[in-house]
């Protein structure tokens, strides 16, 4: 099958918006991963004083989770679909979190940031070149900024491709049929075998220039299916030297 990427994408999840929230609530650990990964970046103090970046909102899961390991943060939560942005705007919200209709290109020529951190979660195996997007982040982000990318990254075993499929082809794509959308998620089947392993994601945050990076995966049944990535970027005011290289997907630490 042809993959969906940016517009396409963009309009497949307008299309899928209504069934959405549904979908994702059935998927045991959805929320709490999301969370584990969000409090993975370890912001001071709740936040206080920090700009945070939510790249790939969706429908506000994951803008709920950093509000919920950073709730003194000021969050700028974006989105390229305005059917997902909408049912994120239906949903209670404080002052301190805005939404804003961009695709994760346009963030910077829309003259938003710099921030202090950025969440990125389900977007970059969604998006044509992910390497113009990691290279956006990066102007994006302050000196020493950290970055969390939460995202489907097979480990690389045989066994952990099979489950994904498994699963797929016996809930995953069958409840999206159900909801009129079945496109979108054999895109969502298909789109995880087809993108980096969780090593390569690494090696890839690496080349982008970015320091410290390490992987780890999440609990439950998607171990070996969903991955952290941390990673900051490089502060030349606390730094020197070359740029290490990449930790092992197997270094399973917490914190950038």
Request: proline content about 7%; some cysteine.
């Amino acid at each position: 099958m042809t993959l969906l990427h940016d517009h396409d994408l963009a309009r497949a999840f307008d299309h899928a918006s209504h069934t959405y929230d549904r979908l994702t609530a059935v998927n045991p650990g959805y929320r709490t991963d999301l969370l584990r990964s969000a409090r993975r970046l370890r912001l001071p103090d709740g936040g206080a004083g920090l700009h945070v970046l939510d790249l790939g909102c969706g429908t506000g899961s994951s803008t709920r989770a950093l509000l919920r390991a950073a709730p003194k943060a000021r969050i700028t939560a974006v989105d390229a679909s305005s059917g997902m942005l909408r049912r994120a705007l239906t949903k209670p919200w404080p002052d301190t979190v805005r939404f804003l209709h961009l695709t994760a290109e346009e963030v910077a020529t829309a003259g938003e940031g710099p921030f202090d951190a950025v969440f990125a979660a389900y977007l970059f195996r969604n998006v044509t070149h992910p390497d113009r997007v990691l290279a956006s982040v990066r102007e994006l982000l302050r000196p020493g900024g950290r970055l969390a990318v939460h995202e489907y990254t097979l480990s690389g075993s045989p066994v952990h491709r099979a489950l994904w499929t498994a699963v797929c082809r016996g809930i995953v794509v069958p409840a999206g049929t159900l909801g009129g959308d079945r496109a979108l998620y054999r895109h969502l089947w298909r789109s995880v075998l087809d993108f980096d392993t969780a090593p390569a994601f690494a090696d890839r945050l690496a080349r982008a220039g970015y320091t410290g990076v390490r992987a780890a995966p999440v609990a439950g049944w998607q171990t070996g299916i969903v991955h952290t990535f941390l990673a900051r970027t490089p502060d030349p005011g606390r730094t020197t030297g070359t740029t290490a290289p990449a930790r092992p997907v197997e270094a399973q630490e917490d914190t950038p």
